[in-house]
């Protein structure tokens, strides 16, 4: 399970790596929102499974 999410985290960078070549970055943008988003469900996953 873990090999599937690193795998899944490293695709995901890669493609949006689009976002780095600019000197400020619009947080709304969708591969922007969808990278905090991602961070948080991942974040969120972490603390539930050590409290559970």
């Given amino acids: ?5 690193v795998a899944a985290a ?3 960078g890669l ?3 689009r976002i780095g070549g600019e ?9 922007v ?3 905090v988003v991602w961070n ?3 974040t ?3 603390s539930c499974a ?3």
């Fill in 1 to 5: 399970m873990r090999v599937v999410t």
């Fill in 10 to 12: 490293f695709l995901f």
């Fill in 15 to 17: 493609l949006i790596d």
């Fill in 23 to 31: 000197s400020s970055i619009n947080l709304l943008a969708p591969p």
């Fill in 33 to 35: 929102f969808a990278l």
């Fill in 40 to 42: 948080l469900l991942v």
């Fill in 44 to 46: 969120s996953g972490c």
């Fill in 50 to 52: 050590r409290s559970c």
